[in-house]
Structures are given as structure tokens and as C-alpha cells.
């Protein structure tokens, strides 16, 4: 009677052993080694591109992707990226343009890249949004967020500048990654070959809606949030003078002088480019993904913990999907900055 006793016991402990260390997934989800719809090394096909992902937003319906480690356990800390396409893209190309789908295990990453139906982010697509960030929160427990970033290429790093600025995002946000849209802080003049089309030569320059001037007017002005800021552009999408050598931003957390730059050499090109404009020969506006360098510029010793960077990546334009080594450079500067907003709250 002892032994049987003593062998259900022994059974009852595996099996609850077992249930512990079951890996953790978020409701609606499902986890596998190779990401869902990841694109081969070249040539990912236009149904891949397009797709709006697997993940259901209960409250609006609408579909987005959602990367994470397939061993991650429950109450494992984790940063937490929000990752937003630019104008007239989709999620899954801005998935394997900042590839951060790649780097999810080794760096304990969860990432939400989410649609925009019209494929360019306004005040309308807010609440998605915020839905998909209290989603994640939820099912990982806020305390188990070490950091949470904006992530946006293009529109969708000016989309990003302008969340950060609103109630919900302001005191949620540890920092903010501009992918070519944007520079807080002093912007960069733009190439001559940046617009993905040539203007007509006798064709005079059009003004912007008032509403539009009054939008990026606002997007200039320094935000009041405090966050770290990293951005990186093509060196062919900004004029000859490049990148600032100054940061207002940078000025805010009392940061050294830029340092000199440091080369990150890729062998490996990016995934993807755009492919529906290749034929104009635009350089500023990007032209076939490849291998090469990019520099990375750190503003050193900011007060509060805080990141304050330029990634500049040499022969490259607004569109070529980024390499390997230069998405993990940039994924390294997220994870050494101040994080832990949510923690406070």
C-alpha cells in the first residue's frame, strides 16, 4: 500500500513539475521555431508580403503578427517592441525590413507588428493599437516587461513620434526607434533622389494641406515624455551634409559629445526592398537589398540611464531591407538603455 502511495505521490510531483515548466503562450497564439510567414533569404513573395498576420484583436477584429520566444516561461522578463510599417506598406514587409523576428530567443524579445487597412497610420487606427499594447501587458504581467519600445519605419516612425506625445503612450514608453522616419532632435536635410518618384522638371512644388504643415510643425517640437531615442537612416536618403552632428535630444539628458563612429560590417543583405519602384533607379529611395556597413553614433554618459544614437548605413536608401548585424546592433542599443515605465506604474 506504501509503495503505491509513494508512486502516485512520485507521479503527481513529475506531473506538476511538467505543467510548470510548460512554455508560455498568449491566448489566440500559437509558437514555432521558424516564424510564421518568414520570408526566404530573397525573392519573398507578394502573398507573404501582403498578409495581415495570424493574431485576432478581440475588440476590433482586425489581424496582426506576434513574435516571441517558443521556450519563453511564464514570469520570464521580457522588452517589449511595437513595430509599425511605413505609408502604403504592409506589416509582414516592415517585419523583415527591421527583422526583429530573428532575434526573439536570443535577446527575449516580444514583438506586435500590426496593420493599417488604408496601409498609412492615423488618430483612427489608435485604439487597435492601444488594444494590442494592453493585450500584451495583460498576458505578460507588467512586471515582467523590462522595457517597452516604439519601433517605426517611415510614416510609421512618425506615427510613432506622434503616440508618444498622447496619454496612453507618454508614460508606457521607454523609447523610441526611428527607422528612417524622423529625427528628434534635428533632422537631416533630404537627398535629392529620396521621393520615390522624380518630380516633372516644369512641375511646381506643391504646399502641403495646412492640416499636414500643422502635423509635422507639431512633430518637431520636442515631446515633454522622457524616453531613450535611437535613429537610423540610408546615408543616400539625406543630403551632404548628413546627419547632425548635434542632438537636442541628446541635450535634454546631458550627453557627451558624439562619439566617433563605429563600423558594423554586414555580409549579408536584408530581405526585402521595394520591389514596385526598383525600376526608377531612385538610389535615395532605395534600390536592391545588399550587404554592407553602417556607423554607429552613441551620444555617451546620458543622465537617467537614457540612449540617445545615430545608425547611419552607408550606400543605402530609404527601402533596403536591413542586415543582420546592423538589426542587432540597433536591438543591443534598445536593450542598454533605462527601461522599467510600466513597473512604475
Known amino acids: 500500500m506504501n509503495k503505491i502511495f509513494f508512486s502516485l505521490f512520485a507521479l503527481l510531483l513529475v506531473g506538476s513539475a511538467s505543467a510548470q515548466n510548460q512554455p508560455f503562450r498568449f491566448a489566440g497564439t500559437t509558437c514555432t521555431t521558424t516564424p510564421y510567414l518568414h520570408c526566404p533569404d530573397s525573392e519573398c513573395s507578394s502573398p507573404t508580403v501582403i498578409n495581415q498576420g ?45 527583422p ?47 522595457a517597452f519600445w516604439l519601433a517605426g519605419h517611415s510614416q510609421g516612425g512618425m506615427t510613432s513620434n506622434r503616440l508618444i506625445r498622447t496619454e496612453f503612450f507618454k508614460d508606457k514608453v521607454d523609447g523610441f526607434l526611428s527607422l528612417s522616419g524622423g529625427r528628434i532632435g534635428g533632422n537631416p536635410g533630404r537627398g535629392a533622389t529620396f521621393a520615390p518618384t522624380a518630380a516633372p522638371a516644369a512641375a511646381p ?81 532605395g534600390l536592391l537589398p545588399a550587404p554592407g556597413k553602417a556607423h554607429a553614433l552613441v551620444f555617451p554618459d546620458c543622465q537617467d540611464g537614457r540612449v540617445v544614437a545615430d545608425v547611419v548605413r552607408l550606400d543605402k536608401g530609404h527601402t533596403e531591407g536591413l542586415e543582420p548585424k546592423v538589426t542587432e546592433e540597433l536591438i543591443k542599443l534598445m536593450l542598454s538603455a533605462k527601461g522599467g515605465k510600466l513597473q512604475q506604474k
Not at 514583438?111 to 493585450?135: M, Q
Not at 535611437?230 to 537636442?248: C, L, M, N, Q
Not at 563612429?261 to 535615395?284: C, H, M, T
Request: hydrophobic share 35%; charged share 25%; net charge neutral.
Open 205 to 285: 512644388a506643391t504646399a502641403p494641406a495646412p492640416a499636414m504643415s500643422a502635423a509635422m510643425a507639431a512633430l518637431r517640437e520636442l515631446p515633454t515624455a522622457d524616453f531613450s531615442f535611437i535613429y537610423t537612416t540610408g546615408i543616400r536618403e539625406v543630403d551632404d551634409k548628413g546627419v547632425p552632428e548635434t542632438s537636442e535630444w541628446a541635450k535634454k539628458y546631458a550627453c557627451g559629445p558624439r562619439r566617433a563612429p563605429v563600423e558594423i560590417v554586414d555580409a549579408k543583405a536584408g530581405y526585402i526592398y521595394d520591389s514596385s519602384r526598383l525600376n526608377l533607379l531612385r538610389p535615395g529611395w
Open 100 to 146: 526583429l523576428l530573428d532575434y526573439t530567443t536570443k535577446h527575449r524579445l516580444v514583438v506586435a507588428t500590426p496593420n493599417a487597412p488604408t496601409r498609412a497610420w492615423s488618430e483612427a487606427d489608435d485604439e487597435y493599437l492601444k488594444n494590442i499594447v494592453n493585450f500584451v501587458i495583460e498576458q505578460v504581467g507588467k512586471e515582467n516587461i523590462k
Open 54 to 98: 495570424n493574431v485576432v484583436e478581440m475588440k476590433t477584429r482586425r489581424t496582426y503578427f506576434l513574435d516571441y520566444p517558443c521556450d519563453l516561461q511564464k514570469g520570464e522578463k521580457v522588452t517589449f517592441i511595437l513595430s509599425l510599417h511605413g505609408g502604403g506598406s504592409y506589416g509582414n514587409w516592415t517585419r523583415h525590413y527591421f
